[in-house]
């Protein structure tokens, strides 16, 4: 019995953001211009936490963190975008495919677990002030981030080879929100406005950056697969794996 028929994929074909040509070398420049504000921002934000030695606290070892996984989400995708505005035919190779994903899994897995470890930093420092040093020391500090990325190496892996993003995804989220509901619990215990001022301060920053990665994230990925909702998506999915990168940092900071 002879074989059947059968096709074997080996490239994709982008659709791209635009089908306007004469968009292409504006969205170029534009990208090109957010690009190297992403690099200058967040490379300026790990060399001055690195040499100001006023900055070596755990909040700022983590923020040190985030902004360089930022800088490695920001090159793993803007590079390949400028060069497919650039050219007629934007094809992508599987192999090429398989290997960006892969390493913007990693990128994403790990800035979720930062946030989760952050939104943890900040429970110890509202709630359990007295023994933050203790609990946030230099050695817990630098476990916890060795932890983030060898969870986003791991998790990225699954996800690829088998398609495993649930712990992924529900794990920090579920840290981040038992973290604020503490916090909040804690907040309410405090009796002095300027105490609560200041504990509302300290979490702002990073509810705004949780709010941006997960807001855009839901918004691309929990609508219908209509032909207007997937010129949403791509909108969404340009700002939080472009745009929310610049944002990040020093929206934290």
Known sequence: MGPGNHSTMTEFILAGLTDKP????????????????????????????????????PMYHFLSSLSFIGLCQSTV?????????????????????????????????????????????????ICNPLLYNVTMSYQVCSWLVVEVYMIGLIGATAHTVLFFSAFNILAPTLTILGSYVSIIAGILGI???????????????????????????????????????????????????????????????
């Not at 070398?25 to 992403?38: A, Q, S, W």
């Not at 650039?86 to 495919?97: L, R, Y």
């Not at 897995?109 to 429970?123: F, G, P, T």
């Open 22 to 57: 004469e968009l292409q070398l504006p969205l170029c420049l534009f990208f090109l211009g957010t690009y190297m504000v992403t690099v200058v921002g967040n490379l300026g934000m790990i060399t001055l936490i690195g040499l100001s030695s006023c900055l070596h606290t």
């Open 77 to 125: 995708i803007t590079p390949k975008m400028l060069v497919n505005f650039m050219t007629e035919k934007n094809t992508f190779s599987k192999p090429e495919c398989m290997t960006q994903l892969y390493f913007l899994l990693i990128c994403i897995i790990s800035e979720c677990q930062m946030l989760a470890v952050m939104a943890y930093d900040h429970y110890v420092d």
């Open 191 to 253: 009796h002095s406005t300027e105490g609560c001022s200041k504990a509302f301060s300290t979490c702002s920053s990073h509810i705004l950056a949780v709010t941006i990665l997960y807001g855009s994230a839901a918004f691309m990925y929990l609508q219908s697969s209509n032909v207007s909702s997937m010129d949403q998506g791509k909108v969404s999915s340009v700002f939080y794996t472009i745009i929310a990168l610049i944002l990040n940092p020093q929206t934290i900071a």
